[in-house]
């Protein structure tokens, strides 16, 4: 499933999740999307993904505990044809229930996600679609069942848990592995974080995104990211590594807010740059550039386009173009 909210809506998502404090009893928030592409040389060059949509609540129980949901529906047009498998297309990114201590010790017990890379954590992302060499290695929105320890300590935030793979009867579910993220604030607007997961690859939404990787009972995914936003700058960056056939990918975007230098105080224009590469993965590799706009408009509508050259090793050079419209609410 592909990430489509913008980073301040990501900001605002995490704000709700993580203050189980909120004087409302109920917040949430919505955001959908329309996004059509064409890519130059292929058989079936059209991409369209419509609807596409996203919505989260958190209700505050009191005394610490909250519960948190977040469901996602995206059919896509590819190849010539329309996915209509509700199956394929929902997901439930998370449904858990928080207990809250204090800002630095929290407990999640449920759907929860495993916060390894930037998408993964919610971090910013300028483009369309998630990031190439995050989503080639790994799933994008990774969740899985489980529990978790999290907070945040002055300028550090954490977060540790543990991952099962649930079956019927209960009595036989199994153990799926463990993850871990570690970030520091170093300075106003940079964030620098490492994460870790570590488990089988014949369960969970590693095996589903991947039927090949059944060979590998015990894999690693690790990753190194980093995210400015300040003073108008969007720059944001992930080297990821997986033991699955030796991957190694990387990625970084570099973008900035024009819209307040041209009087528009309540709207964001961000022209942005990225750069994606992958490597050895199944003996392929492959270098994207992307140049594209982020808009943000009054009433909660967006606007994004971009253009896209790739390079893979094992086919030709191919070019694309993506545009997507879309609208984001809270309540």
Not at 64 to 79: N, P, T
Not at 160 to 187: D, H, M, Q, W
Not at 210 to 223: D, F, G, K, R
């Amino acid at each position: 499933m592909a990430t489509c909210a913008l980073a301040l809506l990501v900001g605002r998502a995490q704000a709700a999740e993580e203050d189980s404090l909120e004087t409302e009893p109920l917040s949430g928030y919505v955001t959908t999307e329309f996004n059509a592409g064409h890519t130059q040389g292929e058989a079936h060059p059209w991409l369209v993904d419509f609807p596409h949509v996203i919505g989260g609540a958190t209700l505050n129980l009191g005394r610490g505990w909250s519960a948190v949901a977040e469901v996602e529906y995206e059919r896509f047009y590819s190849d010539g044809r329309w996915g209509n498998n509700f199956r394929n297309n929902y997901t439930t990114n998370k449904l858990y229930i928080n207990k809250e201590w204090n800002p630095a010790l929290n407990l999640k017990l449920g759907i929860i996600d495993v916060p390894v890379g930037t998408t993964n954590s919610g971090g910013p992302a300028l483009t369309i679609y998630d990031p190439l060499g995050e989503s080639t290695l790994m799933p994008m929105t990774w969740h899985e069942g489980g529990a978790a320890l999290w907070g945040k300590v002055r300028k550090l935030h954490y977060q540790v848990g543990a991952y099962v793979y649930p079956t019927a009867p209960l009595k036989e579910s199994r153990l799926l592995g463990a993850a871990a993220r570690l970030g520091y604030e170093l300075f106003n607007g940079l964030d620098l974080s490492l994460s870790y997961f570590y488990g089988s690859a014949k369960e969970g939404m590693v095996q589903r995104q991947n039927p090949n990787l059944a060979e590998y009972s015990h894999v690693y995914h690790a990753a190194f990211d980093f995210a400015y936003l300040a003073y108008g700058w969007v720059v944001d960056g992930q080297l990821v590594a997986s033991s699955c056939h030796n991957n190694r990918a990387a990625g970084m975007e570099v973008g900035y807010d024009v819209a307040p230098l041209m009087g528009a105080k309540s709207c964001s224009l961000i022209p942005f740059a990225r750069y994606d590469g992958y490597y050895h993965v199944e003996g392929a590799s492959c270098n994207k550039f992307t140049l594209g706009v982020n808009t943000t408009l009054p009433l909660g509508f967006t606007f994004k386009m971009e253009a896209a050259r790739s390079n893979p090793t094992d086919s030709k050079c191919s070019t694309s173009l993506n545009i997507g419209i879309g609208w984001q609410g809270e309540f």
